[in-house]
């Protein structure tokens, strides 16, 4: 029987929701169609052993007490276990090198000193998510250095006299009145880097935020003024060095200035010029050449938010089983599933609690009240959601 090898690597939420999908509805109904002359297998490579639930980084990073980090990190070894080894495979390592001509993928080892070892695919699923300049927000590889990076940054917090936060987006805002909340008698500077905050929504929101971090006592910066490089010293202040050739020395920095797409181990013809993964049109989620796709953070359609994660999953499955079963789309009633177009959302959706009790933010293009936000997200930073991201909750049915 021929086997056809589909790869997936990343798992986060959109590797993890994709690859559930995939085993649950999408490989059943190509073999439906095939009448079982082909095996589908899918590999899953994730750079690391555990899930992190990186939406409550600004509330872990204040204090321990508040969502244990035993809540934030879960394990995933055992998360395709249900549909057996000869389904699915999970590897724990790092794609360092894509090579096209073979379609194979060489993988590190993350953990350990194992010698790489190479994963040959026939489809391709890119998730890889993005990696941002500060561990806190972001697992670099092991998710051992995301948890000290947090524990580091509760333990300094108490002693604390002045903090500077770098970046005026939801996760800068969010930790500002994180850590005004909790420990009020810290002097918060944040640097927004542009003329307003949280720029992807209208600016009377970014107003309001303004308004409510400052009432908690963070002094906030506009303007094109840049962190150019930081430098430690020996009594654990750092010395932050801005793009007007100032300087200042805090106690904690904190650098929530944006991400980055993990693609550094892709070919450049199947990037953009930000680096993210080309996808050739936003309805179909089909990457740059034949057989290859992508989802979340790392794709080139993705705005950056959840939705674009979420309600892609299914459409994404839908495009591989109208590919791999070689029907023309939305004509594939035998296999049981649909050939569904993405469609994204041209509205603003985002949600930025400003302490336990504050907050901003639209959903859909209709502005929502500070309990609306706290409902949402700012009671617990929708802590729950992670246990059924590892198991694919969500997408239990089709």
């Known amino acids: 029987m021929a086997v056809h090898n589909i790869v997936l690597i990343g798992a986060s939420y959109a590797g993890l929701g994709t690859a559930h999908y995939l085993l649950r509805h999408t490989i059943p109904a190509l073999e439906k169609v095939n009448n079982g002359t082909t ?56 794609a360092t090198e894509l090579n096209e001509s073979r379609k194979t993928i060489l993988v590190s080892d993350t953990y350990g000193s194992a010698p790489p070892k190479t994963i040959a695919y026939t489809t391709l699923v890119l998730a890889t998510g993005s990696s941002s300049a500060s561990e806190l927000w972001s697992i670099p590889g092991s998710h051992e250095k995301t948890i000290a990076a947090l524990k580091a940054t509760q333990s300094a917090l108490p002693s604390a006299r002045t903090v500077l936060i770098a970046g005026g987006g939801p996760a800068g805002i969010e930790t500002a009145g994180e850590i005004a909340s909790l420990f009020p008698g810290i002097d918060l500077t944040l640097l927004s880097g542009s003329d307003r905050l949280l720029t992807r929504l209208r600016p009377a929101i970014g107003a309001a935020a303004e308004s409510q971090a400052s009432a908690l006592g963070v002094k906030i910066v506009h303007g094109n003024l840049r962190v ?54 936003t309805a179909s989620l089909r990457g740059p050449v ?14 950056g938010g959840a939705l674009d994660i979420i309600d892609a999953v299914r459409p994404l499955c839908s495009t591989i089983f109208a590919d791999l079963a070689a029907g023309p789309e939305g004509k594939n009633a035998k296999g049981g599933v649909k050939a569904l177009a993405y469609k994204q959302s041209a509205t603003e959706t985002q949600i930025i609690p400003i302490g336990p009790k504050g907050g901003v933010g639209a959903v859909f293009g209709w502005r929502i009240p500070g309990f609306v936000v706290w409902l949402i997200k700012g009671r617990d930073y929708m802590i729950g959601m992670a246990p059924g991201a590892v198991t694919g909750d969500k997408f239990a049915k089709a």
């Open 39 to 94: 095996k589908y297998k899918l590999t899953v490579i994730s750079a690391t052993t555990h899930f992190y639930h990186k939406i409550g980084a600004p509330r872990y990073l204040v204090s321990a007490d508040l969502i244990p980090l035993s809540k934030a990190f879960l394990p995933i070894t055992n998360a395709f276990d249900v549909y057996g080894p000869d389904r699915c495979e999970l590897v724990i390592g790092t």
């Open 228 to 281: 150019t490089s930081t430098s430690t010293s020996a009594s654990s202040t750092t010395t932050v060095h801005l793009s007007d050739g100032t300087a200042r020395t805090v106690d904690i920095y904190i650098d929530a200035t944006g991400i980055r797409p993990n693609t550094a181990f892709l070919p450049a013809s199947w990037l953009t010029d930000g680096k993210y993964v080309i996808t050739k049109d």
């Open 290 to 303: 034949p057989g290859v796709y992508a989802i979340g953070d790392v794709a080139g359609y993705s705005l």
